[in-house]
């Protein structure tokens, strides 16, 4: 709404977590669209440890929104099984605008391309892991701040674990360095970071789930030649999924949270939209 006050669109948002959870009930009385698969590698904020199924495709929307900073994010991502389940491919690539630069207007940022190693588990099991690496390249403007100036490497450690039938958590540990970043200045300096997640996810139904999702992270910034300084974030989110599945095999799964700043981050507010298309790409069978 044009001219709007910051809390009146966040209350709005919160408004709109509630009834997107009336959705799903209602869908649930009157589709007879199969109840399987349940919704699971669907995570928003906190990445979950089970890699993509041989055959199967995941293309993944996701856009934040930060009220105060005036940072927004767009990202999309596509997951590929390689070619089964203990391997997997994908790539990310973002299109947002840095509050801290309004001139700049909106446009790429960096791009990511990942690997992931279905070390443990899967999505049947109690207990999964997937540890993950990234190679990070410097695709945005970093005068416009869309880039974190460097090519990099990025791990992340993602574990999963069914605590019961209805009730799963996620755990992540990761972390990101740069060996050669630098500033609006031209300065030159390593950079390092790490980041840490925890989510649970209700399943209150095998197509709705509520989440509640907690992210910190600690990154360095390049200040002088060989000189950094380092800042902290910290983001709690409540929010809800659900899914639509059809027989051809595809899942859409639509989602909203809500980050609310904690400690260094306190008093920022956000919203989150998530929207994921999961389909078979070849035979699901084996020759």
């Known amino acids: 709404m044009t001219g709007s006050h910051p809390r ?13 959870a009336l959705i799903p009930s209602a869908l649930s ?30 293309h993944i929307h996701a856009f934040t929104r ?22 997997q491919l994908s790539y990310t690539v973002a299109y947002q605008h840095a509050g801290a630069f309004p001139a700049s207007g909106a446009g790429i940022g960096d791009v990511f391309l990942n690997y992931r190693y279905q070390l443990a588990g899967s999505g049947e099991t109690r207990i999964a892991f997937a540890p993950r690496l990234s190679l990070l390249f410097p695709t945005g403007d970093l005068h416009a701040g869309r880039s974190l100036g460097g090519f990099g ?21 990761g972390g990101t360095f740069l060996p050669d970043a630098r500033n609006l200045a031209g300065d030159h300096s390593a950079i390092a970071g790490y980041n840490l997640g925890q989510s649970f996810v209700y399943l209150a139904h095998s197509r709705f789930n509520l989440m509640l999702e907690t992210v910190f992270a600690n990154a360095q910034s390049v200040m002088a030649q060989g000189k ?41 507010k956000g919203v989150f939209l998530y929207l994921s298309f999961e389909h078979p790409f070849r035979s699901l069978k084996r020759e």
């Open 228 to 268: 950094t300084d380092w800042t902290q974030s910290c983001f709690v989110s409540p929010g809800v999924r659900w899914a639509y599945n059809f027989k051809s095999g595809l899942q859409i799964v639509p989602g909203i949270g809500v980050p609310i700043g904690a400690g260094p981050s306190a008093g920022e």
């Open 8 to 20: 009146s669109r966040f209350l709005s948002v919160l408004s709109l977590v509630f009834l997107a």
């Open 153 to 173: 490497l990025q791990t992340n450690l993602p574990v999963s674990v069914v605590v019961a039938p209805k009730l799963v958590t996620h755990w992540n540990v």
């Open 66 to 87: 930060l009220w105060n900073s005036q940072d927004w994010l767009y990202t999309f991502t596509q997951e590929w099984p390689a070619p089964g389940l203990r391997n």
């Open 29 to 58: 009385q009157t589709s007879s669209q199969p109840e399987t698969p349940p919704i699971q590698d669907n995570s928003f904020l906190v990445e979950e440890a089970y890699n993509q199924e041989f055959g199967v495709v995941q």
